[in-house]
């Protein structure tokens, strides 16, 4: 693939769905595929609706990455879903990807605006109230916030910072929320009902037996407390 004709041949995030629209923001961990293949389990999770991929392999090479990238794309531009990348600022900026998720460790968002332009979606990792304010202030398109619930994977961040927590941000701020950590089908109404736009989920689905099921009945669950 050649991405600089890539690049003027696909069309740009904000022609595909916003975040406030996504529901669920599918975060993939292939660590948890039991054995499928990362394409596998996300074209299932695309026909199960879902509209936002984040690739997170940390472990793997630029080259990898790269390479996954490639064949990813055209399995999440078929559905007109997006793609963003965990951290890759710089994959980002040569590859036809949505757009860079980024943590507290990443470059802040002012400086990934600078380099990406604004056509191009910058989501932020949050856990506080001042966290989500210095996203928005610094040009995000989106937050995720938490760990709202006990997860293994959201261990390193501390303990959860619960529901309260989460309404308090959406007060404070403007951008969609995506609440993240330890979200299933049994609780995310709880958290759309706090203020999220929706959930961002890893092994609820990465997991699942049926991975398009499992977004299915999550995005039924989801549309359904935020239109209550």
Request: proline content about 8%; glycine content about 8%.
């Amino acid at each position: 693939m050649d991405p600089h004709t890539f690049f003027s041949t696909q069309p740009s995030a904000f022609s595909l769905q916003p975040p406030s629209s996504w529901g669920l923001y599918v975060v993939t961990d292939r660590s948890l595929t039991k054995g499928r293949s990362l394409e596998v389990v996300i074209e299932a999770a695309l026909a199960g609706g879902a509209k936002a991929i984040q690739l997170r392999e940390k472990d793997l090479s630029t080259r990898d990455l790269y390479q996954l990238v490639e064949r990813l794309l055209p399995i999440v531009r078929g559905q007109g879903a997006s793609l963003l990348i965990n951290d890759r600022v710089d994959l980002t900026l040569v590859l036809p990807i949505d757009g860079v998720h980024l943590s507290r460790t990443s470059l802040p968002p002012a400086e990934a605006r600078a380099l990406l332009g604004p056509a191009r979606l910058i989501g932020v990792s949050c856990h506080s109230p001042e966290e989500a304010i210095e996203a928005e202030r610094g040009g995000a398109d989106f937050i995720a916030f938490g760990p709202l619930f006990p997860t293994p994977s959201k261990a390193p961040y501390g303990p959860p910072v619960g529901l309260t927590r989460l309404s308090e941000v959406r007060r404070q701020v403007r951008l969609p929320i995506l609440g993240i950590g330890g979200i299933t089908v049994v609780n995310v109404a709880s958290v759309v009902a706090a203020g999220a736009d929706g959930a961002a989920i890893i092994s609820a689905v990465m997991a699942a037996d049926d991975p398009a099921h499992a977004v299915s009945a999550l995005l039924q669950v989801v549309r359904s407390a935020a239109r209550g």
